[in-house]
């Protein structure tokens, strides 16, 4: 029987949303979206997406702090969200939607507890490692963090039917309704000839520090460079920046090399394509830093804020290095999961 699905997309940068649509492109039945922030403003031009409530960060420097999960307008959110059940209730009862897929959204959990609503849990967060961060030599910020991570993702496990995670590093494994799979990326038959360096900042504000630095380094760096997610095309010479492109893995193709903030799927899709990339995860991000854990030893990671004096070091070091890193990811033994992916989901 071929079921009618509902995915709930986390809207905080562009990783989770792309990592959705990779799958639901593979997805059988009727395939509806809800989300919040890039992921409704990415979702709304490609499947029938209803806007929701979600949560926001006010910091626009590259740091997280967890008292800032506390702003006003979170709780705002979290009354709207209420309304949102019910909207959402009303989508699945109207469609007769059978499985609901998400990211960790809370209020995926409370719509599929109704009747015989299958629920999909996909995420890519280290439990091991979170734990280690709680009782780790790490700051308030980022134990108390990762307790809220782990709380949220284990409580995502108890009420999931199917848990899926995507693993960086090929590896794969099966125990009961928990699957571990190969990378979950986009594809494209597509390609842009560009020869760049390309700036990810995943549509976080957060890397706008980055790439403010990265073009006043521009011209001394005598490189072509293209930022994805910045605010707006400046009209340098040798720098061109999107606000949104859709098409980042038609770039990443001819791409020198990458550098980016440290997401689970913009690392992904730098390892599937072969491509040297430099990372700089959010500080006190624990999905973040343990992403960037998970890959150190192939690329390079500066876990702090660095000056415009180390980031031109860096980028030089990439470069110079590239050939070396590259050869790295080709030892890697890289499985494809998003096929997997959707045969699990189909077959609940």
């Not at 949303?17 to 799958?23: E, F, L």
């Not at 209020?107 to 709680?134: C, D, M, P, R, T």
């Not at 073009?215 to 061109?240: M, P, S, T």
């Not at 110079?320 to 045969?343: H, Q, W």
């Amino acid at each position: 029987m071929i079921k009618n699905k509902l995915i709930i997309s986390t809207g905080v940068g562009y990783g989770h949303v792309t990592r959705d649509q990779a799958i639901a492109e593979k997805l059988s039945g009727k395939i509806f979206f809800a989300g919040y922030g890039c992921s409704y403003n990415y979702l709304k031009a490609f499947y029938p997406t209803i806007k929701i409530s979600g949560i926001r960060f006010s910091d626009a420097r590259n740091i997280l702090k967890f008292r800032k999960l506390f702003i006003p307008a979170n709780f705002v959110s979290l009354f709207y969200s209420i309304f949102d059940y019910f909207r959402l209730r009303k989508l699945i009862k109207k469609e007769n939607i059978k499985v609901i897929i998400s990211d960790n959204e809370p209020i995926a959990k409370f719509l599929s507890k109704k009747g015989e609503i299958k629920s999909v849990l996909i995420h890519n967060q280290n439990l091991k490692g979170l734990w280690k961060i709680i009782k780790g030599d790490y700051n308030s910020d980022m134990r108390l963090l990762a307790k809220l991570t782990k709380s949220l993702i284990e409580w995502g496990h108890k009420n999931a039917d199917l848990v899926i995670t995507p693993s960086l590093l090929g590896k794969t494994e099966h125990k009961g309704r928990y699957y571990s799979v190969g990378s979950i990326v986009r594809k494209s038959e597509n390609k842009v000839s560009n020869n760049a360096i390309l700036v990810m900042l995943g549509g976080s504000r957060f890397g706008l520090f980055m790439a403010d630095k990265i073009i006043k380094l521009a011209e001394e760096l005598n490189e072509q460079f293209i930022i994805f997610g910045y605010k707006e095309d400046l009209g340098l010479k040798n720098v061109k920046a999107f606000k949104f492109n859709p098409n980042f893995i038609d770039y990443l193709k001819d791409a020198k090399a990458v550098i980016s903030l440290s997401g689970h799927s913009a690392i992904s899709e730098c390892l599937v394509h072969k491509k040297a990339c430099l990372i700089l995860p959010i500080q006190n991000h624990v999905e973040q830093y343990l992403n960037a854990k998970t890959v150190e030893k192939i690329y390079p990671v500066i876990y702090t804020e660095p000056s415009e004096k180390e980031l031109k070091r860096q980028i030089k070091l990439l470069l110079k290095n590239r050939t070396k890193i590259e050869n790295k990811i080709k030892k890697l033994r890289l499985k494809e999961g998003t096929e997997l992916a959707a045969e699990l989901i189909n077959n609940l």
